[in-house]
């Protein structure tokens, strides 16, 4: 079991990763092209990432990305949700 902070800062990370890529994962979820279950999941799959700094510096280094890094564990949900 992943503890508290830990999965904040992976949830954070898919958040702003999917913000990056210009996918709002609330109005995806109310929308129905996501669901909660995916959500948590994907979070779940973050956490498994051997290279959150990476993940965090270009986070923080652009205003928007064009996709995901290689390594990105939710790549292929993320690129679904893309506009």
């Not at 923080?60 to 995901?68: G, K, L, N, R």
Request: hydrophobic letters at 35%; aromatic letters at 2%.
């Amino acid at each position: 079991m992943h503890s508290r902070d830990v999965l904040k800062r992976h949830a954070g990370l898919v958040d702003q990763m999917a913000t990056k890529l210009g996918v709002d994962l609330q109005e995806a979820a109310i929308g129905g092209d996501v669901s909660m279950d995916q959500l948590s999941d994907a979070v779940l799959r973050c956490t498994g990432c051997s290279n959150p700094e990476h993940c965090q510096g270009l986070l923080d280094q652009h205003a928007s990305v064009s996709h995901t890094p290689e390594y990105c564990r939710n790549q292929d949900l993320l690129s679904k949700l893309m506009p």
